[in-house]
């Protein structure tokens, strides 16, 4: 990193419309009832609104139940892989990006059956 040049590790959603497609019911329980103004909705971001959803009782207290767990698990996948792109531990936040994808796998699961 040179004086005035900041080196950067980072992770993305390339197209914000993959998270809908891959993650639909998951992605319509936690933004389509306007609590969160977050203009970017990634999958990181997601994992965070499902995570403040349940924690904060945005959601159905039966459906932050079924999801409390998986929430949680996202929330700190998320959180580790900040992290590590933090520390430039691109290849640890690479593993912790699928970790995180099957969590919200997961989530996805569960939301099916509300």
Known sequence: MGRIIQIRVSASTPDEKD???????????????????????????LAQAAYTAVVAGL??????????EKAREGESLRRRMESALAARNAAEADSLSYQLEDALDEMETIAKGF
Do not use: C, H, S, Y
């Open 19 to 45: 998270v809908e497609r891959e993650w639909p019911v998951l992605d319509k329980l936690v933004w389509t009832r306007g609590e969160f103004m977050n203009p970017v909705r990634g999958a990181a971001e």
């Open 59 to 68: 959601i159905d207290k039966k459906q932050a139940e079924a999801l409390g």
